[in-house]
């Protein structure tokens, strides 16, 4: 799919869009298990630096794959 998807747009809007999923996604998982968030500065740095590492990820995927092959990259 998201070979399909940057063949429509830029691999910036795409990630854009795919955070936007994973919000409503997460807001929908939050109210329908009742999920309460913890607090703790070491594990909410670590919660962040995953996220930004992910989407970095997501972002470099989607600009390979957008110029390449997706079974090279």
């Known amino acids: 799919m998201p070979k399909i998807t940057v ?5 910036r809007s795409a990630v854009l869009y795919e955070i936007v999923g994973g919000l409503v996604f997460g807001a929908v998982a939050v109210g329908l298990f009742r999920f309460r968030i913890e607090h703790h500065p070491v594990g909410t740095v670590l919660g962040l ?7 970095l990820g997501a972002f470099a995927f989607l600009q390979a794959i957008s110029t390449g092959k997706v079974s090279l990259v």
């Open 49 to 55: 630096i995953t996220g930004t590492i992910g989407f």
């Open 7 to 11: 063949r429509y747009m830029h691999p």
